[in-house]
């Protein structure tokens, strides 16, 4: 009864800027923890950045300096400058989440949205 959607994906030129935005809804009782994931042709999904409650943040060197998690209630952003071809991928919002008190945290994942980065 968890849903994540993701938006904001497009196609830019390298050095761009653009911002993804999730929002989580449906049968939820807490979010210990929010992240993005991406995943290019033929490659392995790999970690993007996450951010935990009380807001530790953490990043894949390759996007250190140019990326930007944050998250306010239910609703991550993932704020990236400075883009290169190499960051075209199917980027997926992730979260870990309770849907009620008393039971184990479960993590869901949204439909993704394509970033393309041309050259």
Known sequence: QVQLVESGGGLVQAGGSLRL?????GTIF???AMGWYRQAPGKQR?????????GTTNYRDSVKGRFTISRDNAKVYLQMSSL???????YYCNANIKTRVGINSDYYWGQGTQ???SS
């Open 21 to 25: 935005s999730c929002t989580a809804s």
């Open 30 to 32: 807490s979010i210990s």
């Open 46 to 54: 790999e970690l993007v950045a996450t951010i935990i409650s009380g």
């Open 84 to 90: 290169k071809p190499e960051d075209t991928a199917v």
């Open 115 to 117: 970033v393309t980065v």
